[in-house]
């Protein structure tokens, strides 16, 4: 069964883009979107954060991050994650601002908080369709290396996914046998559009 999903973070530049790129990849109908204010990302200091607007173009960033200090942003991976993101789309997008993107069968975050954001904002759209939508949390914390095998790892789970003809039918045992394989807790809910 095809199904379209969107992978959720904080800021759309990490967790969530590398499971975007390795979905797109695949053939996934895969959108990709962030919870928080504004897009940050690290900066000389913790202190010094560099922020951004949901919508500001990758390149922008790319190129403002260059011109501030290219060694610093190449050597902590900031430029080559923003080079990969320019691949996979435009811009962050900001969840709480998709709902003319239509819905997804299953929303995948990397983090708990992003977790309850989606949940609520789901559940305080106008209901009407009436249709599903999983919403699962695979736990992965903010640096590149966990975001690679976060990004492996939701592939992995959408690929189970996409192989049942009712997600709605075998998704305890999915979860189950995710959970087991990964050595990884995943929370779950069903919500609907």
């Known amino acids: 069964m095809k199904l379209r999903y969107a992978m959720v973070c904080s800021s759309n530049q990490n967790r969530s883009m590398e499971a975007h790129f390795l979905l797109k990849r695949e053939g996934f109908d895969v959108a990709s979107y962030g919870t928080g ?7 000389p200091s913790i202190r010094e954060p560099n922020v951004y607007d949901f919508g500001t173009p990758y390149k922008h960033m790319f190129d403002d991050l260059r011109r501030k200090d ?3 942003y190449k050597r902590n991976g900031i430029l080559p994650m923003l080079k990969r993101n320019l691949g996979v789309k ?11 993107d239509g819905p997804f069968d299953v929303v995948l975050t990397f983090e708990e908080k992003v977790f309850h954001l989606v949940l609520e904002d789901v559940h305080n759209r106008n209901q009407v369709l009436l249709k599903p939508v999983l919403v699962i949390n695979l736990e992965v914390k903010d640096n590149h290396e966990e975001a690679a095998v976060g990004g492996r790892q939701a592939l ?3 690929q189970e996914l ?6 709605e039918d075998t998704i305890d045992d999915i979860i189950n ?3 087991k ?3 990884r807790k995943l929370l779950y809910s069903i919500s609907f559009y």
């Open 156 to 158: 992995l789970l959408c």
């Open 177 to 179: 046998n995710f959970e």
């Open 90 to 100: 435009h811009a962050p997008q900001r969840w709480q601002e998709n709902a003319a």
């Open 70 to 72: 290219l060694e610093l």
């Open 37 to 43: 204010q504004h897009v940050k990302l690290p900066g």
């Open 162 to 167: 996409d192989a049942t003809e009712n997600w």
């Open 181 to 183: 394989q990964h050595r």
